[in-house]
């Protein structure tokens, strides 16, 4: 199965808590005013946070294993 990698660009990111909310594993959060992965391991690759970001400051890739 493909793993999901979660990159954020925080240069771009304005912590708008989007991507927070409508994470529905609680893999995201918030540190110092910017997106951050909480616990990738949770991430399914649902692509909700990258979809929605109005930065554009998420991306979601998959790895084959």
Not at 7 to 32: H, R, S
Request: proline share 3%; hydrophobic share 40%; glycine share 4%.
């Amino acid at each position: 199965m493909a793993k999901a990698v979660i990159e954020i660009n925080a240069e771009c990111c304005k912590g708008c808590y989007i991507c927070v909310e409508l994470c529905p594993t609680g893999a995201l959060e918030i540190k110092d005013f910017k997106a951050a992965v909480k616990d990738a391991e949770l991430c399914t690759g649902c692509m909700s946070c990258e979809l929605r970001c109005p930065d554009f400051a998420i991306i979601i890739t998959r790895n084959a294993k």
